[in-house]
């Protein structure tokens, strides 16, 4: 919003820039503990074909690790298809490269492979489920992990780096990520002879169709329409209503505002003929979003919602996916809330 009042302040601009590059640090760290923790709700699960995301992070790998460390790949060409969240998985393999850049201080060679196994060929290292999985293994030559530490890699918040060096989570993250996914991971090491990850993800049903990337333009949220509705807010925190507020007052929406669940069914009830758009968070006093929710429901069953929340559980959320409600995850932006707004518009319309 800042920016928007005064683009043409390049120091005010700047400032803006180091405020939201420390809120996207804050945000992957806590996002990084949810997956530590296996409370990563919300993740968008697509058809993920894990052949194109290693050629897609290559040329990140090439440009910022050493010249003495050398790539190779050794990619199924047939490989089958994988359910998964992309951001996760790119998380998790990025974690792995950079301890293997750490292991090779003298350089060496990184590897990826990926190939399809058959579940009962892995009985050995997991209880697995009867079917088929995908494998991505990244190799080093480095100096090894020791018997005596391996059971502990996994462990959140442990590491052998020096101080300020590493926070111990990069393994946990891969755990985490690969066991959200219904994987599990295999690990071989031999000190000073190299380490490889395994990770196993189960295929993808033969019926799920890849979805083509969304491709945004710089035009997409300037068409935002301005609206002429009236948008109830439910949020208690003081300083993000005051802030919603300003949003959609700019936008020409009238606003009516709530800092607790009861206070916006009274206000839903009482103007509910004008109302267009409910705007909750999930953790409100009093009355919980959830149970918010319910009840506007019940007095409107077509109402448009969107409800935001920094975390939400996964049954949760695949109850408000049943319940045809968008979900805005916290931190977003102003272009995040009205792209959100028109697609709930365009699809009820």
């Given at each position: 919003?800042?920016?928007?009042?005064?683009?043409?302040?390049t120091?005010?601009?700047?400032?803006?820039?180091?405020i939201?590059?420390?809120?996207?640090?804050?945000?992957?760290?806590?996002?990084?503990?949810?997956t530590?923790?296996?409370?990563?709700?919300?993740?968008e699960?697509?058809?993920?074909n894990?052949?194109i995301l290693?050629e897609?992070?290559?040329?990140?790998?090439?440009?910022?690790?050493?010249?003495?460390?050398?790539?190779?790949?050794?990619?199924?060409?047939?490989?089958?298809a994988?359910?998964?969240?992309?951001?996760?998985?790119?998380?998790a393999?990025?974690?792995?490269c950079?301890?293997?850049?750490?292991?090779?201080?003298?350089?060496g060679?990184?590897?990826?492979?990926?190939?399809?196994?058959?579940?009962?060929?892995?009985?050995?290292?997991?209880?697995?489920?009867?079917?088929?999985?995908?494998?991505?293994?990244?190799?080093?030559?480095?100096?090894?992990?020791d018997?005596?530490?391996?059971?502990?890699?996994?462990?959140?918040?442990?590491?052998?780096?020096?101080k300020g060096?590493?926070?111990?989570l990069?393994?946990?993250?891969?755990?985490?990520?690969?066991?959200?996914?219904?994987?599990f991971?295999?690990?071989?090491?031999?000190?000073?002879?190299?380490?490889?990850?395994?990770?196993?993800?189960?295929?993808?049903?033969f019926?799920?169709i890849a979805?083509?990337?969304?491709?945004?333009?710089?035009?997409e949220?300037?068409?935002?329409?301005?609206?002429?509705?009236t948008?109830?807010?439910a949020?208690?925190?003081a300083?993000?209503?005051?802030l919603?507020?300003?949003?959609?007052l700019?936008?020409?929406?009238?606003?009516?505002?709530?800092t607790?669940?009861?206070?916006a069914?009274?206000?839903?009830?009482?103007?509910?003929?004008?109302?267009?758009?409910?705007?909750?968070?999930?953790?409100?006093?009093?009355?919980s979003?959830?149970?918010?929710?319910?009840?506007?429901?019940t007095?409107n069953?077509?109402?448009?919602?969107?409800?935001?929340?920094?975390?939400?559980?996964?049954?949760?959320?695949?109850?408000?996916?049943?319940?045809?409600?968008?979900?805005?995850?916290k931190?977003?932006?102003?272009?995040?809330?009205?792209?959100t707004?028109?697609?709930?518009?365009?699809?009820?319309?």
């Open positions: 919003m800042l920016t928007e009042h005064d683009a043409q302040n120091e005010i601009n700047e400032s803006v820039a180091v939201n590059d420390t809120v996207k640090r804050g945000s992957a760290l806590i996002q990084q503990l949810l530590v923790a296996r409370k990563t709700g919300g993740a699960l697509e058809s993920v894990l052949n290693v897609g992070l290559l040329p990140l790998i090439r440009e910022t690790f050493p010249k003495t460390i050398e790539l190779s790949c050794a990619l199924q060409s047939d490989l089958p994988i359910m998964a969240d992309k951001n996760h998985i790119e998380q393999l990025l974690n792995l950079v301890n293997a850049r750490d292991a090779m201080p003298n350089g060679r990184l590897t990826f492979k990926t190939q399809s196994v058959d579940g009962a060929a892995l009985q050995h290292v997991s209880e697995t489920i009867a079917g088929r999985y995908v494998c991505l293994e990244v190799s080093d030559a480095g100096v090894g992990i018997k005596s530490i391996r059971e502990r890699i996994f462990e959140p918040f442990f590491t052998t780096k020096d060096q590493g926070t111990g990069g393994l946990s993250v891969v755990y985490g990520v690969v066991k959200n996914h219904g994987g991971v295999d690990v071989e090491s031999k000190p000073m002879a190299g380490t490889s990850f395994r990770l196993y993800f189960p295929s993808a049903p019926e799920v979805k083509e990337p969304a491709v945004e333009t710089a035009t949220t300037t068409s935002i329409p301005n609206g002429a509705g948008v109830l807010l949020e208690d925190e300083s993000m209503l005051r919603l507020e300003k949003l959609f700019r936008r020409g929406y009238k606003i009516l505002k709530a607790n669940g009861q206070a069914l009274d206000i839903y009830q009482q103007h509910k003929e004008e109302i267009d758009v409910v705007l909750l968070d999930i953790g409100l006093p009093k009355i979003g959830r149970d918010l929710l319910l009840k506007i429901r007095e069953p077509d109402v448009r919602v969107i409800v935001t929340s920094g975390y939400i559980e996964p049954a949760m959320k695949s109850e408000l996916d049943q319940a045809r409600v968008e979900f805005l995850h931190p977003y932006t102003p272009d995040d809330v009205f792209k707004l028109r697609r709930l518009t365009e699809t009820a319309s």
